[in-house]
T-cell receptor, first 118, second 113 residues
Framework: GAVVSQHPSRVICKSGTSVKIECRSL??????MFWYRQFPKKSLMLMAT?????????EQGVEKDKFLINHASLTLSTLTVTSAHPEDSSFYIC??????????????FGPGTRLTVL | AQSVTQPDIHITVSEGASLELRCNYS??????LFWYVQSPGQGLQLLLK??????LVQGIKGFEAEFKRSQSSFNLRKPSVHWSDAAEYFC???????????FGKGTMLLVSP
């Protein structure tokens, strides 16, 4: 149980285009989803936290207009990298949590999406 | 502010030898502690977690970790390392009542024949 999927697993795009990454909880309802970014040989950096039906909370230094997050349902959150540039190339990982009232205080991670911007 | 320190960037262990990966945390309340493993180009797999109770926690793949409150540590151990254990290991801390996770910078485990 507690499976989280991400799509696509890899994407290559041209500079200036927008890319959408989907994160789905397959067998549970995710009240909250998290988006992380991981640079090569580095740790995970939390970008934002999104609760279903409300606006995402972004970490300091993360451009909310650049990284659009939508959490429209209890099983789907999307991250859109707008007007992507080579410096946005990274490994993006999402996680999902059933939330505090489920009694499960844990995040379940997706397999990640490798974004390469040419 | 919460933080996690993994003092070893790389560790090399001979196959069959024992392993200990260090993790120290800073957290203002009782922490939730996690160890994750990541293979190259892959997502995170949870090895084990500590929420409360017995301070020695058993996980998957033969791993265990011990929570020591007095030392603010949550070190990961395995009695006999297999070549397939070579990967990046991350320690993370979160709080009760639900909160975000803070990750350490990771320790890369290399296994020599």
């Amino acid at each position: 149980g507690a499976v989280v999927s991400q799509h696509p697993s890899r994407v290559i795009c041209k500079s200036g285009t927008s890319v959408k990454i989907e994160c789905r909880s397959l067998d549970f309802q995710a009240t909250t989803m998290f988006w992380y970014r991981q640079f090569p040989k580095k740790s995970l950096m939390l970008m934002a936290t999104s609760n279903e039906g409300s606006k995402a909370t972004y970490e300091q230094g993360v451009e909310k207009d650049k990284f659009l997050i939508n959490h429209a349902s209890l099983t789907l959150s999307t991250l859109t990298v707008t007007s992507a540039h080579p410096e946005d190339s990274s490994f993006y990982i999402c996680s999902a949590s059933p939330g505090p009232f489920s009694g499960i205080n844990e995040q379940f991670f997706g397999p990640g999406t490798r974004l390469t911007v040419l | 502010a919460q933080s996690v320190t993994q003092p070893d960037i790389h560790i090399t262990v001979s196959e069959g030898a024992s392993l200990e990966l260090r993790c120290n945390y800073s957290y203002g309340a009782t922490p939730y502690l996690f160890w994750y493993v990541q293979s190259p180009g892959q997502g995170l797999q949870l090895l084990l977690k500590y929420f409360s109770g017995d301070t020695l926690v058993q996980g998957i793949k033969g791993f265990e970790a011990e929570f020591k409150r007095s030392q603010s540590s949550f070190n990961l151990r395995k009695p006999s390392v297999h070549w397939s254990d070579a990967a990046e290991y991350f320690c993370a801390v979160g709080g009760r009542g639900y909160s975000t996770l803070t990750f350490g910078k990771g320790t890369m485990l290399l296994v020599s024949p």
